[in-house]
């Protein structure tokens, strides 16, 4: 569900810390159980009913709750379509007053009014609605069954626009999804920021939490103008985002709208996602008249096309952005990511990753541009991006040789591909299944090495398998092949989509730390035949067996791996606790969950705890061997000591018997994981590294590893501390 508001959150004449100052308390005006007058809309009411002037006298009058059908009616009325309700207060004096919050618990959908004035709406279309007007979608209320009302935050201005000393009148419309809606529901409440000492209303109930005027993460601010966010087309809105660098902090109120301040068209987006009140949504950042606009949003390369992911069922919030981190860590794209604090229309909705779409692009998935007149040659055969996902997706074709997998045309899309684009890029992975299911598929000179870049579906698979990921291989998987000339192989990527990897899900064997995914008994028969028919090849198992090996010694290692889990933990330590009062899930089953945590502390041991136990069954289970000639006599011969380790300025690698190193390599990696030197050498027995990353920059005190290789092979690999 989408709340919307006019009471928009944009700049004030107080700073932000002036407002945290001057609010003293806090105190509530209106009670949903106070006594309202209300009228059943059984017809358009008079056009000034939501005005303070307007006569009422001849309306009903009730507590609130109004409504039927829950627990939570104090006033029962007959089965209807929509309400209006109406409720006078006095306010003393506006000037001590620095905010205001308006809270609603309803069924469906809601239009509030403060003096005449609208200050909020949920699942409402249209200006002013018809008394018969029914809600976009259906929405149950909360507080009945345990949980909140949602907050909309009025600011100092808007309560000088819109409150009085004296009388004062709030008034709502509510609407149901339909008229044989089974129930509907009506709690409001209005609360104050009083910059006083002196008791004038009344205390806040004990749900009752302050709203947060800073964050220690970029804050996003989208405003739709009133309209729902479809899942599609898009629709136009406003979105200013605030960013003050690393280590600052970002008010609400105050700071200008300095990481981005435009117009965006915004839908949507998620299959099964789609069904949690926390949405996914995907963006385009337009300029005035509507065309593309490519910015830099949050440090992340100019581009138009953008992701909000908002994690509900992953309530570690952190799953896609450590899978992205450990395909980055193989040198292959994959999406990059900016934690940050989402408002839509006033209402906040807690943390959410901006991060980048999938597709063609330089500083993305760098493959040739293909344009509608590549027809022929070499430029008809390439760029592509194809995913492997659900046909209802959008336009694609079936795999001749397994029914349970469907290929989308990603980018170009089927509106942007002409029929010679659409027929190339499905032959050529049809030939490859087809090669690779014939009893050729592991010929060096005929198989399947001649369509695919390997290296690519190992780095790919090893992400997969390490995660575990319930969906990966068959549902939002992604393929894309470049030009010809520029290559030309299928490569298997970029990575997406693993909230329910890393022992998250309950069905598939996701929460088991042992067992492949390529051939789970559960789901691997909904997975692409690939998988399962490149384990029959011994090349391709010891290729995995060597790329294990590698990036286990080198930016895999388990104490990167949980040190990166730990500081994306860390940047979220204080926002988590206000996505969750606002989501109310820790210690919640939530589909998929296997595991449930009380705390997010908990969450985020369970995916530490489930990683390393899933690393080491991995590095007892890989599949292949890792055989390279010649290498046997370096490994009983080559010793390798680190002079001085702890180091503070420069530390020596030195190597005994070192007239049998031929082409050494020493690879250093940060405590993340992240390669920042590389010192190559031959015929030597001392390799000396100056404390300084590639771009010749000292690095700063803490741990790092290194590996050593000689002639490709991970002969010895440890950890160096400077101090």
Same mark, same amino acid.
């Given at each position: 569900m989408k709340?919307?508001?006019?009471?928009?959150?944009?700049?004030?004449?107080?700073?932000?810390?002036?407002?945290?100052?001057?609010?003293?308390?806090?105190?509530?005006?209106? %009670?949903?159980?106070?006594?309202?007058?209300?009228?059943?809309?059984?017809?358009?009411?008079?056009?000034?009913?939501f005005e303070t002037n307007f006569d009422d006298s001849n309306w009903d009058e009730?507590?609130? +709750?109004?409504?039927?059908?829950?627990?939570? @009616?104090?006033?029962?009325?007959?089965? !209807?379509?929509?309400?209006y309700m109406r409720k006078d207060f006095d306010i003393v004096d506006i000037s001590h007053l620095e905010m205001a919050l308006f809270h609603a618990d309803y069924d469906d959908g809601f239009i509030a009014y403060l003096n005449g004035v609208e200050i909020a709406r /949920?699942?409402?279309? +249209?200006?002013?609605? /018809?008394?018969?007007?029914?809600?976009?979608?259906?929405?149950?209320?909360?507080?009945?069954?345990?949980?909140?009302?949602?907050?909309?935050?009025?600011?100092?201005?808007?309560?000088?626009?819109?409150?009085?000393?004296?009388?004062?009148?709030?008034?709502?419309?509510?609407?149901?999804?339909?008229?044989?809606?089974?129930?509907?529901?009506?709690?409001?409440?209005?609360?104050?920021?009083?910059?006083?000492?002196? *008791?004038?209303?009344?205390?806040?109930?004990?749900?009752?939490?302050?709203?947060f005027l800073s964050s220690d993460l970029p804050i996003i601010k989208i405003n739709t103008f009133g309209e729902q966010i479809p899942d599609e087309p898009k629709i136009v809105a406003h979105m200013g985002i605030i960013d003050n660098g690393p280590d600052n902090r970002n008010y609400i109120?105050? @700071?200008?709208?300095?990481?981005? @301040?435009?117009?965006? /068209?915004?839908? !949507?987006?998620?299959?099964?996602? #789609? &069904? %949690?009140?926390?949405?996914?949504y995907g963006f385009e950042t337009?300029?005035?008249? +509507?065309?593309?606009? &490519?910015?830099?949003?949050?440090? *992340?390369?100019?581009?138009?096309? $953008?992701i909000l992911h908002g994690p509900y069922s992953d309530k570690s919030l952190i799953r896609n952005v450590l899978a992205f981190h450990l395909g980055n860590l193989t040198d292959r794209w994959a999406p990059r990511t900016r934690y940050c604090e989402l408002f839509i229309n006033d209402e906040y909705v807690g943390i959410y990753i901006l991060m980048e779409k999938i597709k063609r692009d330089d500083d993305r998935v760098d493959i040739a541009k293909l344009d509608f007149d590549d027809n022929a040659g070499d430029s008809l055969t390439g760029g592509y991006i194809v995913q492997v996902d659900?046909?209802?997706?959008?336009?694609?074709?079936?795999?001749?040789?397994?029914?349970?997998?469907?290929?989308?045309?990603?980018?170009?899309?089927?509106? &942007?591909?002409?029929?010679?684009?659409?027929?190339?890029?499905?032959?050529?992975? !049809?030939?490859f299944e087809q090669v690779l299911a014939s009893g050729n598929f592991d010929n060096p000179d005929l198989g399947y090495t001649n369509w695919i870049d390997v290296g690519s579906f190992i780095d790919h698979m090893l992400v997969v398998e390490l995660s575990r990921d319930v969906d990966a291989y068959r549902l939002s998987s992604f393929l894309f092949k470049d030009k010809d000339s520029k290559g030309g192989?299928?490569?298997?990527?970029?990575? $997406?989509?693993? &909230?329910?990897?890393?022992?998250?899900?309950?069905?598939?064997?996701? $929460?088991?730390?042992?067992?492949?995914?390529?051939?789970?008994?559960?789901?691997?028969?909904?997975?692409?035949?690939?998988? @399962?028919?490149?384990?029959?090849?011994?090349?391709?198992?010891?290729?995995?067996?060597?790329? $294990?090996?590698?990036?286990?010694?080198?930016?895999?290692?388990?104490? #990167?791996i949980m040190q990166y889990i730990d500081e994306q933990a860390a940047t979220l330590e204080e926002a988590q606790g206000r996505n969750f009062e606002r989501w109310q899930v820790l210690g919640n089953y939530l589909w998929p969950n296997a595991f449930v945590g009380d705390t997010y502390e908990e969450e985020i041991t369970y995916l530490k705890n489930w990683t390393t136990d899933r690393l080491i069954w991995m590095d007892e289970n890989m599949i292949g061997n890792c055989p390279v000639v010649g290498t046997a006599d370096l490994e009983k011969n080559i010793s390798l000591t680190i002079q001085p380790n702890p180091f503070s300025e420069s530390v020596n690698f030195v190597f005994k018997k070192n007239n049998l190193v031929k082409n050494g390599v020493i690879k250093i990696y940060d405590s993340l994981g992240k390669e920042i030197q590389v010192l190559n050498f031959s015929n030597k027995n001392k390799m000396e590294w100056d404390g300084k990353n590639g771009v010749g920059k000292n690095v700063t005190p803490g741990i790092y590893f290194y590996t050593f290789s000689n002639e490709n092979k991970i002969l010895q690999s440890g950890k160096i501390v400077k101090m």
């Open positions: 709340y919307i508001s006019f009471c928009f959150l944009f700049l004030c004449f107080f700073t932000n810390q002036l407002f945290s100052q001057a609010i003293d308390h806090w105190e509530t005006v209106v %009670f949903a159980e106070d006594i309202w007058k209300y009228r059943v809309g059984d017809s358009e009411p008079p056009s000034d009913w009730g507590q609130g +709750g109004i409504g039927y059908g829950d627990g939570d @009616d104090n006033t029962n009325i007959q089965s !209807t379509i929509s309400i /949920a699942n409402m279309e +249209g200006d002013f609605p /018809a008394f018969n007007a029914t809600t976009p979608t259906q929405r149950e209320a909360q507080m009945y069954d345990g949980g909140l009302p949602v907050p909309f935050t009025l600011s100092k201005d808007k309560i000088i626009q819109c409150l009085q000393n004296g009388n004062n009148t709030l008034a709502i419309q509510v609407h149901n999804r339909g008229i044989n809606s089974s129930d509907l529901s009506s709690l409001f409440f209005f609360s104050v920021g009083v910059n006083q000492t002196v *008791m004038n209303y009344s205390p806040t109930l004990s749900w009752f939490t302050p709203p109120f105050s @700071d200008s709208l300095n990481g981005y @301040d435009g117009q965006i /068209a915004i839908e !949507t987006r998620g299959a099964s996602s #789609s &069904n %949690f009140p926390k949405k996914n337009q300029t005035s008249q +509507g065309e593309n606009n &490519n910015v830099n949003l949050l440090g *992340m390369p100019k581009e138009n096309d $953008w659900r046909f209802e997706l959008g336009n694609g074709w079936f795999s001749p040789f397994d029914p349970n997998h469907f290929f989308v045309y990603q980018n170009p899309n089927s509106d &942007n591909l002409t029929n010679e684009q659409e027929d190339y890029i499905q032959n050529y992975i !049809t030939n192989l299928l490569n298997a990527g970029p990575l $997406w989509d693993f &909230n329910l990897g890393f022992g998250n899900a309950d069905y598939c064997d996701g $929460w088991e730390t042992s067992g492949w995914n390529f051939d789970d008994e559960n789901c691997g028969q909904d997975q692409p035949f690939w998988w @399962d028919r490149l384990q029959e090849d011994t090349l391709f198992n010891n290729q995995v067996q060597c790329r $294990w090996d590698e990036l286990r010694a080198g930016s895999w290692q388990t104490d #990167s």
